[in-house]
């Protein structure tokens, strides 16, 4: 019987270079330069599928649980654009961590140590967010269940995740963690990988209809991410629940 999404031995991965989260420089670098491009197309479709009026806040009211949060490199700007933000991660260093940088700045963010399948909360989410962690999960099928019934109807869930092609095994292991070294050799593996089409199907048996999928690129050069049309590497997603 399906009864747990956490794999140990990927949050003991993270847990030991818990500390530099918030290091731009450090081994989470290529999550801070990838945060710009996340945020941005979070918030315009936030915006635009809730028809929200621009003000300084304009997530004020939202509610929004960030799934595999990490240190709270997601969690932090979304408060700040107003969302009642509560952060999940099964990696209680992760948490600690997240928790001390949020009181440092002043913000009003709710952390919890656990998984979606043992969070016990009456609460319903207008947001889900589901950013780099399906690939870390055990059992994606029973992961997603388990965020549907965490979110309301109508809401939306995010997923940015990598697919599983020829192409993402040379860029997101060989190239970014063997030669460039942007990553600690072992971040990822590949069997853990999912395509977009299986994401969907997936999804889909929980309640969770495919509103936008867009790849995401990195500009080399520019040292900027931008979304596009190839998923062959980089994808992210959005699903509404219906």
């Known amino acids: 019987m399906k009864t747990n999404t956490i794999n140990k031995k990927e949050i003991e991965k993270f847990s030991k270079i818990a500390e530099e989260w918030w290091d731009p420089k450090g081994k989470f670098k290529p999550l801070h330069n990838f945060n710009p491009v996340r945020i941005s197309y979070l918030k315009e479709n936030i915006i635009k599928t809730f028809n929200l009026k621009k003000k300084d806040k304009i997530l004020s009211g939202i509610k929004i649980l960030d799934i595999g949060c990490g240190g709270g490199l ?17 990696s209680e260093k992760n948490i600690e961590v997240a928790k001390i940088h949020a009181k440092k700045n002043g913000l009003n963010i709710e952390y919890f140590c656990t998984s979606p ?60 963690e063997y030669i460039l070294r942007w990553l600690p050799i072992g971040t ?36 900027d991410w931008y979304l596009s049309s190839d998923k062959s590497v980089n994808y992210i997603a959005k699903f509404i629940k219906r």
């Open 117 to 176: 399948e043992k969070f016990q909360s009456s609460l319903k989410f207008d947001i889900i967010l589901n950013m780099e962690i399906i690939e870390h999960v055990d059992n994606v099928d029973f992961f997603l269940e388990s965020c549907s019934k965490l979110l309301k109807k109508d809401g939306i869930m995010f997923v940015a995740t990598l697919n599983k092609t020829l192409k993402s095994y040379f860029f997101a292991i060989i190239g970014a």
């Open 74 to 90: 997601l969690s932090e700007p979304m408060s700040r654009l107003g969302a009642d933000v509560f952060g999940m991660d099964a």
């Open 188 to 223: 990822h593996e590949w069997e853990k990988f999912v395509k977009p089409e299986e994401l969907i199907d997936i999804s889909k048996k929980h309640n969770l209809i495919l509103s936008d999928l867009k790849g995401v690129k990195l500009n080399l050069i520019k040292n």
